[in-house]
């Protein structure tokens, strides 16, 4: 299922901090994406309106710390995971520095993932 125009919007304004971002539909959902000096990158995924963060060596064990598990989904009736997708902390909903700093290191790590 795609994500509303609605939330869609809301996407925009909770990550105003970071902007300017793209929010392209994608595998049902969308994906937010981020110019940046080594071009675009895509830092979060959005799956029924919940919001992965892109992890690296880096930033993997904030996630790990708080017990978030990675994006998963089933193919041919098999859990998969995307280890390099975690669920955002619920804290970046209400806190726009605590969303800067989480969604500035899935930057980051989507840069060096890029590279």
């Not at 193919?75 to 520095?97: F, N, W, Y």
Request: glycine letters at 6%; one cysteine or more; proline letters at 6%.
């Amino acid at each position: 299922m795609a994500i509303s125009p609605q939330f869609k919007e809301y996407l925009a304004e909770l990550f105003e901090p970071v902007a300017p971002i793209t929010v392209r539909g994608m595998f049902g959902g969308a994906g937010v994406f981020k110019e940046t000096s080594k071009g675009r990158v895509m830092f979060a995924l959005v799956i029924q309106e919940v919001i992965y963060l892109k992890t690296g060596p880096e930033n993997v064990a904030d996630y790990e710390e708080l017990g978030l598990e990675p994006f998963s989904y089933d193919a041919k009736g098999k859990p998969r995971a995307i280890k390099t997708l975690r669920q955002m902390p619920e804290v970046c909903h209400d806190d726009s520095d605590t969303l800067k700093q989480w969604a500035m290191k899935a930057i980051d790590a989507a840069v060096a993932a890029k590279k």
